[in-house]
């Protein structure tokens, strides 16, 4: 039988050099477990924690305070609106007595705006007054008004009375009445339209209502 030498066994530097690699291996390894473990928890953090949860109660209470007194002003808008309408309604009545009334329903046009609107007008010569009644009115934005013109038959088709400019505070369940007098003498009114007017530039008015006797 052939005999084999056995294996040499690793020399002093080769034993250096695994140590070396072991221990690279180890600090690395060590090194990436520590970078992943969480934090321990310090006394900033335990400090930013309890300042945290009353900072949010305080803010949640603000905003439930905020919203109370938001519903209360609206509440007291609308009570105020409904009772102005209320002398509204017996001004109108007075209106209704008089010998000469007229008594029309609007008329919509095609904007999509006076799409759910109804109501009427009512208009007394006599007395140089009218009140106009709405439901669904709908509530503009700032640059935007509702404007009252009268076509009366003493002046030109292309010189209607201006009467009076109105934008609802706020959209209300109720009916709408807007009281107005002309600041010039109508004898023969043969139209009344409700225009929409905007301060924008390159916005012309558009024709929202009619009523024609």
Do not use: C
């Not at 007291?76 to 309604?89: F, G, L, S, T």
């Not at 010998?99 to 609007?106: G, K, L, Q, S, T």
């Amino acid at each position: 039988m052939t005999a084999h030498p056995a294996a040499a066994s690793p020399g002093p530097i080769h034993k250096k050099k695994l140590n070396a690699k072991n221990s690279v291996l180890y600090n690395s390894t060590r090194n990436l477990i520590i970078d992943y473990m969480p934090a321990a928890p310090t006394e900033q953090s335990d400090t930013q924690i309890r300042w945290l949860w009353p900072t949010i109660l305080i803010s949640i209470a603000l905003a439930m305070v905020a919203a109370m007194i938001y519903s209360q002003q609206f509440v007291q808008k609308v009570d105020n609106i409904e009772k102005k309408q209320v002398a509204q309604y017996e001004s109108r009545k007075f209106l209704l007595a008089q010998p000469d009334v007229i008594n029309i329903n609007w008329m919509r046009t095609l904007d999509p705006m006076a799409k759910k609107i109804y109501g009427d007008i009512v208009w007394s010569t006599l007395s140089q007054k009218g009140m106009m009644r709405f439901a669904n009115l709908p509530k503009l934005k700032s640059h935007q008004t509702y404007h009252l013109w009268v076509h009366d038959l003493a002046y030109s088709a292309d010189d209607p009375v201006s009467i009076t400019t109105f934008s609802p505070e706020l959209t209300v369940p109720t009916e709408l009445l807007v009281p107005f007098t002309s600041p010039r003498k109508v004898t023969e009114p043969y139209k009344f339209t409700i225009m929409l007017d905007s301060n924008l530039e390159d916005t012309p008015p558009q024709p929202l209502l009619l009523a024609q006797p």
